[in-house]
């Protein structure tokens, strides 16, 4: 049994001169065992000031040997930090075929990025069969405290303000845990494709 209390304040601001989006999520739970979370998280744009909260999130994924997820920042432990700023801005214009913007998630609490998300507006036909609007990964190190879920419900936010209500979600088969997850904040399961010889479930998630 685990009981719960979530406060949300969503604040959204697009600024001149960072471009940064904010959202904001306080969230408190009690779990049986009486071990508290508590997070303030944030989904924030790339910006100079966050240089050493992203190296320190992209050596976490290096320490683990993971390749990192979402996978636009697939290489960027081979780039510089004016590169893969440069590189995340330039998959925002909405002439791209897949534009699509990514944020980092920052847990207030713990001083860290703990995650990020890629967020797609537009779905070529790779993208509707076994990618999706939104891809994301946690920090392996901080795997299992919530943020997953909050990195989704609060990316749904931000795709319902550019007039986007039905949302693909696709994950493999086996990760049983972004399955959860994905059908936490609403998924439906509409098929499975196997693809690459990998079971791949496609869920749409109203909003």
Known sequence: MVMLRCKFDSRWGHHSNDNIFHIKMFFLCYNIDEKRCIFMLTLVKLNPSMKSLYDSFIEDWVAYEEKITPGILRNAPKMTFD?????????????????????????DEVKKIVGAVNIRLKLNPWYLREGGHIGGGV????????????????????LKTYEIHDVLMVCNKKNIASAQTIIKNGGILENELIINGQTEQRYWIKI
């Open 83 to 107: 590169e893969v700023m440069k590189h995340l801005e330039s998959n925002e214009s909405m002439d791209l075929e897949v534009p699509s913007l990514t944020y980092f998630a920052y847990d």
């Open 139 to 158: 920090r392996p190190s901080m795997r299992q405290r919530g943020y997953a879920k909050e990195m989704i419900r609060l990316s749904l936010d931000i």
